[in-house]
């Protein structure tokens, strides 16, 4: 069987938008998709006519369950003006986003297109949260995995547990990724939760005196976390603060073929890598400190850009949930299996460390609107290679980034590799 | 009616008569759990039947407050969390399943290697597999 692979032609992001992420009540997908396809407009440096774009593809999880909308992406090729153009809804969970793009990818490598757009959105703060719960488990497998009391944080909590089991790190390691996350978000305008932990912890500690109640004495942002009125276990070892919220948003991204991108763009972003990879369930693995899918869908992705994990300058990971970014960084090759709690807690993957990650705030502090996360990562990965990242911007001058999605706990992963030249 | 000797619903019919079957490769004698018709390993149709033992050790588990649906309708929520585990059977396989009897007051308690052994819990009107130390 074939090893390596390539595209039969290159392809370039030449325009992204994205809506901000939150919990919009009266925004529907429709809306959010319109905000982030008026901004992918205006992102595009030459302009465009935006009847020129040949193919839709769009990343739901499940509007089915969350709106009680299913087949929305001739919905919104329609009000965004685009029909009659081919419009398809990809879904791979959590990954959806990145399956569509790695469609529209492939469209334009193919030669049946030039031009096409990716989309991505979720509406999911409408349903009540133990609804949302159930909704995202059907992501995992119902008749044999969530039959067992499992839900999604459970499921990311028991790796947790074999992790630290394995490798001896402790809750305090997964917490250092959230603070980081926190520390980019509150960067990002974009984002839901943009706000540094030590500025959540001060306005407790405000809230707390207005209403004449006893303040709370945190000496830290790990004793902070450590609390359990503060912090609620959700499933141990995961709290509130280690989970990505529940979200709305939507993102729209423009695929050109390379050949014609620099009609469109002064500084286009070349998509150099595409790897793609299943997994059966968490329980059928021979590892449950490592994604399987990732591990190999990097693999892939790294050949075909030619690159290894060494020549990555930043990258935009799958942090679901805070063990789940360390695991990533791992399955990538950033670190060594079970070094990369150690380099969370040293700061390694900070805006100022040697491999940052998550720049944008992650999953965690941007927020999560599963079907559109995907298209988020490449948003931020666009801007910070073509120095657009406002005050989050890495000072390096990135040339090369990669994202990471993962649909569930890794039954599909994408990674994708871009290159600015 | 589903019929097949090995499906979903030939799985929990087991469950129901508190055994645990599952399939077993002819060909290249790799076992399965929750039973397959096509084997995982080497694509072979050729299975049997094969008993577990029930006997077998946590390999990861997290304790669960915020519960799906279906585990809070069986009463579990934050003051009375679930446990939820994926479970290393001696012939092989792991398996996803609630684990009872464990002290939930002190998570990072329970240790990783526990062993354990099969036992049958009633939620609704049905019968889960389940383990406990």
């Keep these: 069987m074939r090893k390596s692979r390539k595209l039969n032609r290159g392809v370039a992001v030449v325009g992204v938008g994205m809506s901000n992420f939150g919990a919009f009540p009266g925004m529907s997908s429709r809306d959010l998709f319109v905000d982030a396809f008026k901004e992918m407009r205006t992102s595009v440096d030459k302009g465009f006519d935006p009847k020129e774009i040949e193919a839709f593809y769009l990343g739901n999880f499940s509007g089915d369950l969350f709106e009680g909308q299913a087949h929305q992406a001739p919905m919104l090729a329609d009000w965004v003006g685009l029909s009659p153009i081919p419009a398809a809804r990809l879904e791979g969970a959590c990954a959806s986003a990145s399956v569509a793009f790695r469609e529209g990818l492939l469209g334009i490598a193919s030669g049946m297109y030039d031009m096409v757009m990716v989309g991505g959105v979720e509406k999911m703060t409408d349903l009540h949260i133990s609804k949302v719960t159930d909704a995202l488990a059907t992501a995992a497998d119902i008749t044999y995995e969530v039959s067992a009391g499992f839900t999604f944080p459970g499921f990311y909590a028991s790796m947790a547990s074999a992790y630290m089991h394995q490798y001896g790190a402790t809750p305090e390691t997964f917490m250092r990724v959230g603070i980081k996350n926190h520390e980019n978000g509150a960067l990002n305008k974009k984002a839901q939760f943009g706000a540094r932990i030590p500025d959540l912890m001060e306005a407790k500690k405000t809230k707390a005196l207005q209403k004449g109640k006893p303040i709370p004495t945190w000496k830290d942002e790990i004793e902070f976390l450590s609390d359990d009125r503060a912090n609620p276990l959700i499933a141990w070892p995961m709290r509130l603060f280690d989970c990505s919220p529940v979200s709305d948003g939507g993102v729209a991204l423009l695929l050109v073929s390379e050949e014609i991108a620099h009609q469109f763009s002064d500084d286009p972003i070349y998509v150099i890598g595409s790897g793609s990879a299943s997994a059966g369930a968490l329980h059928s693995r021979p590892s449950l400190t490592s994604i399987p899918s990732a591990k190999l869908a990097a693999q892939n992705a790294y050949e075909m850009a030619n690159v290894t994990a060494k020549d990555i300058d930043l990258a935009e990971v799958h942090d679901c949930f805070t063990i789940a970014e360390i695991i990533a960084t791992e399955d990538l090759g950033f670190f060594d299996a079970g070094k990369g709690g150690i380099a969370a807690e040293e700061g390694l993957t900070s805006r100022q460390g040697p491999q940052p990650i998550n720049t944008s705030g992650g999953l965690k502090s941007k927020g999560h609107p599963v079907g559109a996360s995907g298209a988020g990562q490449i948003v931020e990965i666009w801007k910070q290679l073509r120095g657009q990242a406002g005050e989050r911007q890495l000072d390096k001058s990135p040339r090369l980034g990669l994202t990471h999605n993962v649909g569930g706990t890794g039954q599909t992963c994408n990674v994708h590799i871009f290159e600015r030249r | ?133």
């Design chain 2, 1 to 133: 009616m589903n019929d097949k000797k090995f499906s979903s619903s030939s799985y929990f019919q087991t469950i129901q008569d508190k055994k645990i079957i599952g399939s077993k490769c002819v060909d290249c004698g790799a076992v399965h759990l929750p039973p397959r018709e096509i084997c995982a390993t080497c694509l072979s149709e050729n299975m049997e039947e094969v008993s577990f033992s029930g006997k077998g050790e946590l390999a990861a588990y997290s304790v669960i407050y915020v519960p799906p649906t279906a585990m809070i309708e069986a009463g579990f929520g934050r003051d009375n969390p679930n446990v939820a585990g994926i479970v290393k059977l001696v012939e092989g396989p792991m398996i996803s399943a609630q684990i009872v009897g464990l002290d939930t007051k002190n998570p990072a308690e329970i240790k990783i290697g526990t062993p354990l052994k099969a036992t049958f819990v009633e939620r609704g009107d049905r019968v889960f597999l389940a383990f406990e130390a």
